[in-house]
């Protein structure tokens, strides 16, 4: 009876101990994986002192920004000096989101496809840009051109509380 207490005791900690190894693995390739590999192009990050997204380039420069105005129902993007690079708006009979230069000619719109569930960017006689996609794994949005190779992706980073985006070269 004892022997048989000592074995199953030897046993369990046989099999704790290959657990804890399992999750030292796991853990170590989680964190080689969280590393980015490639150098980060662009960060976006909310202000909420100017209530506006601004994005920076990997100096930690500003590069544009962008306000929602609310009176025209639009986002509006502006270059680093102010100076405005197109705006946005929202398309409720079609569903989507055009994009205008600012002599307002449409450059393109942006809409989301229930069906692969994706977001497709095209420019302004329709082709096809580039589609953004929800990558449940990696808990990252990948992006791909229109024959479908990944050219980067987005990622959240929780301690610095913003998006960033990581080009494929």
Known sequence: MRSQIIKEVLMFSANRAKKQIRIAIMLIVILVCSFPI????????????????????????LVEYVIENKILDQLEYYTADGTLLKTERRNHILDRNETYDPSGNQQGYTQYNNILKQKET?????NEK???????????????DPSGKLIGYYQYNKILDQWEYFPND
């Open 38 to 61: 490639h150098a980060q192009q662009l960060t976006q990050r909310y202000n909420n002192i100017l209530d506006r997204t601004e994005f920076y380039d990997s100096s930690g420069n």
């Open 130 to 144: 580039y589609v953004k996609r929800w990558n449940q794994i990696l808990q990252r949005y990948d992006v791909f």
């Open 122 to 126: 095209y420019d302004n006689v329709g």
